[in-house]
């Protein structure tokens, strides 16, 4: 990645354009990339608002490299963003959009909710991005040694520390509550921020949140088998059916050989000789991935194919009962994709993609594909299989192979992968996490809602399953071609904050909680203490993190030790 506070050398957006065109990259990522970039920057209503005024702006703070050991003086910058514009007083709530597993774009704070909630409860929104992804990437690269400082527990201490250090630095009454919001693995964090910090932390909304880890992630074929199935997004047995042929008729040409394979290998987009069975695995996977894509982004502003889309393709010319039809249908299918990604493959060989993922330079890999799998080999596992009979897909890639890229690009064992699953749901609670005040949103065509919370486990811990909805679409901009649930789906969620929100507006209205408003936003560090990543790198972070250290990371270990919660925290 190029870029630290001041221009770039190399914009985001670009570096994702060119990774997505010449690299190995997963195609859900590079799906998901591509709607948010779409989302945030077409369409009436799709980008800063109507109601937007000025741009977000963006700041920096310092944040210790390693929480948990305070002789380690190691510190990174931390980006954040800033919606001031509906902040109606200090004592109102401050909405914190977590980031996840890639860059956090301004969009975060100015789109879908909880920017679309705050001019109700005039609220200050602050977007905060994952340390490792995006800006936000510490000196050193990305070795083994260095994303040891990768993980949700390392994010959540920037979460309790961000909360302390932004709160100061905004002036923001000690009354006014925090919630959390984030979507898919952010969703996570934001239910754990509530569960692990509840002094910090009033309440958080999760969408699409896989709080349980899981090493084989069957499930996720499961919903998308049945989601083809389902007329209300537009699919029908005969499609499923259809799926199921046209992969049928893939492997069938990949056992073939000769002319066969290779007229697939160009047809389909395979920029690697199909000769060898990791290869063709690759080439299934990215197959399953597009499928699953249709299902999991079903319907969103932005993705290349939707459900209904999916199955047109796979029927048209089914009348005339010709065998080779679904595969015509696929073959369409990954056209579609590929140009809508501006991609020129759609599968590498496998030797390629390990030698990508090992790359340890934070220019090649700021896309966040190998922070994303050490993440998933030494916390999250989420690697989705077919090997269940009633899959209508291939059985490949099979887990094993998926557990093998553990080992090939860190070295980590299948067993301690593993064992990482289990602590981490031991550590969090799996699908029953005992927090308060949280509220899990999940839409039912999305396959991830079936490692979240779906049902109420009590009146302080809800639950909103979204008939039709794909994944995290609660949050995205409302569109006039919104299905009733899903606006029903946020008026839900509106109401949840009302509960929540109600009683400490009038709580502090009986306190006499009053004041000035709120403090200006600071302004942007000079030039001197903003550069690309080169030599200067290491004195500008002791410069920035000189500022912050103090207030943030000393005020983060002691607020760390006010709960018992936080106590088991800081000792884990």
């Not at 060898?276 to 194919?305: F, H, N, T």
């Not at 809800?462 to 901009?477: F, Y």
Request: contains cysteine; positive net charge.
């Amino acid at each position: 990645m190029a870029g630290r506070p001041g221009p770039p050398r190399l914009g985001p957006l670009l570096l994702l354009s060119l990774w997505g065109s010449s690299a190995p990259a997963p195609l859900l990522r590079r799906l998901a990339e591509h709607i948010e970039r779409f989302q945030e920057g077409s369409g009436p209503g799709l980008g800063f608002g109507p109601n937007a005024s000025v741009p977000p702006k963006q700041g920096w703070l310092g944040q210790p490299l390693d929480p948990f050991n305070t002789s380690d003086q190691r510190s990174f910058l931390q980006r954040y963003w800033v919606n001031d514009q509906h902040w109606a007083s200090r004592h109102g709530p401050v909405f914190l959009h977590l980031g996840g597993e890639g860059s956090l774009r301004p969009g975060s704070v100015t789109r879908g909710h909880p920017a679309a909630l705050a001019p109700a409860w005039g609220a200050l929104v602050i977007g905060l991005e994952h340390r490792f992804y995006g800006l936000s990437i510490p000196a050193g690269g990305l070795d083994v040694a260095q994303l040891r400082f990768l993980s949700s527990r390392h994010a959540l201490a920037d979460v309790a520390s961000a909360r302390l250090a932004l709160g100061r630095l905004f002036n923001v009454s000690s009354s006014s509550p925090w919630i959390c919001f984030g979507g898919s693995y952010a969703g996570s964090l934001a239910a754990w921020a509530r569960l692990k910090f509840p002094h910090l932390i009033f309440a958080s909304v999760a969408s699409s949140a896989p709080v349980r880890a899981v090493l084989d992630f069957s499930e996720y074929n499961e919903v998308v088998s049945r989601s083809l199935t389902s007329a209300a997004v537009g699919g029908s047995p005969e499609c499923r059916a259809a799926a199921a042929a046209a992969f049928a008729d893939v492997e069938r040409r990949l056992l073939a050989g000769g002319a066969a394979r290779a007229a697939l290998r160009a047809e389909l987009g395979a920029c690697a000789p199909l000769g060898r069975a990791e290869d063709r695995a690759e080439l299934l996977g990215a197959l399953q991935a597009l499928v699953g894509g249709a299902a999991q982004y079903d319907a969103q502003a932005g993705a290349p194919l939707s459900v209904r889309r999916l199955c047109g393709l796979l029927l048209e010319g089914g009348g005339n009962r010709s065998r080779s039809a679904p595969y015509r249908g696929l073959r369409r299918a990954v056209q579609v994709v590929m140009h809508s990604l501006g991609q020129r493959c759609l599968s590498f060989s496998r030797a390629e993609t390990v030698a990508q993922l090992k790359v340890t330079e934070s220019q090649v890999s700021g896309v966040g594909d190998r922070q994303w799998l050490y993440q998933t080999c030494t916390e999250f596992g989420f690697y989705v299989t077919c090997e269940d009979p009633s899959c209508p897909f291939s059985r490949v890639p099979a887990l094993p192979s998926q557990l093998e890229l553990c080992q090939q690009v860190f070295g980590l064992s299948t067993s301690s992968v593993a064992q990482a699953v289990t602590q981490t749901n031991s550590y969090y609670g799996g699908q029953t996490p005992g927090a308060t005040r949280v509220l899990f949103v999940n839409g039912d065509t999305d396959p991830w809602h079936a490692l979240s919370v779906t049902q109420a486990s009590g009146p302080s811990a809800s639950a909103l399953l979204i008939p039709g909805a794909s994944h995290c679409m609660d949050m995205a901009p409302e569109r006039p071609s919104d299905s009733p649930s899903l606006r029903r789906g946020r008026q839900s969620i509106s109401q949840r904050l009302q509960t929540w929100l109600g009683p400490a507006q009038r709580s502090q209205a009986r306190g006499g909680d009053r004041g000035p408003g709120p403090s200006p936003l600071p302004a942007r560090p000079p030039p001197s203490r903003t550069c690309p990543l080169d030599g200067r790198r290491e004195l500008v972070w002791k410069e920035g993190v000189a500022r912050n250290r103090a207030s943030a990371s000393d005020s983060h270990t002691d607020s760390l030790l006010q709960t018992p919660h936080s106590r088991e925290w800081m000792a884990g």
